[in-house]
């Protein structure tokens, strides 16, 4: 995406600060992360301090990727990281919106409301692997201007008023269950293992994983 394209949709406050040709790329997760990322860095990392594992994780294979371009300039965000107003670096929703990766369902793509004075949040459901998948962050190159990019609109699958009004009170009100992730067929969804791992409270995941409480 441009970063341009990004800014332009939000209020100042949470725009970024980078002239608006300026080429980043939003960094999502598929459902096979948990097997051939996480398991593995957990496994190699097992004598060192592990706080939260798959944050730990991502932000190595950021970091790795940073590694590939040592002559240019990549700022990186990730999507747990805030700042010091308790902000989120930036808004992962939207980003991955602009970029076309995954659509944003909110309550403004339902024109019958029926949810009067509760709150709303919204959520992105992917193509391919409906709401089974995590945006992870957002590179960016300073040094890249990219004035002739042309958007492209992220996979609008989730078409019908019905099942716009079914995935938003699925998601607001029983995403414990996780049913709002299968809204349409998916290619791929989190094995078992991988569903138990984020069901489980954070302080009893080291356990799952083969980790001691000397790690935590």
Known sequence: LKVGWYNAILQPAFRLPYPEDTLAFVVLSTPSMFDKALKPFVN???????RDPVDQ?????FSRVKEKFPDQKV??????????????????????HVA???????????????????????????????GWFAIR???LFPDIQVPFLEQSAPVDCVSTEEKRIELLEQFNFHWQDGR?????????????????????PP???????????EAQ
Do not use: N
Not at 57 to 61: E, L, T
């Open 100 to 130: 076309g990766a995954a659509y944003y369902y909110q309550r403004k793509d339902v024109k019958l409301d029926p949810w009067g004075k509760k709150k709303i949040y919204g959520v992105c459901i992917h193509p391919k692997y409906g």
């Open 44 to 50: 190699k990392e097992q004598l060192k301090i592990i």
């Open 137 to 139: 962050g957002l590179l």
């Open 57 to 61: 994780c991502v932000s190595h294979h």
């Open 75 to 96: 700022d990186i965000m990730l999507d747990y990281e805030i700042l010091p107003s308790r902000k989120p670096k930036f808004l992962a929703q939207t980003a991955a």
């Open 203 to 213: 302080a009893e995941r080291f356990r799952l994983l083969g980790l001691t409480q």
């Open 180 to 200: 709002y992730r299968d809204i349409i067929e998916v290619k791929e969804r989190y094995s078992e293992e991988q569903k138990a791992y984020f069901a489980t």
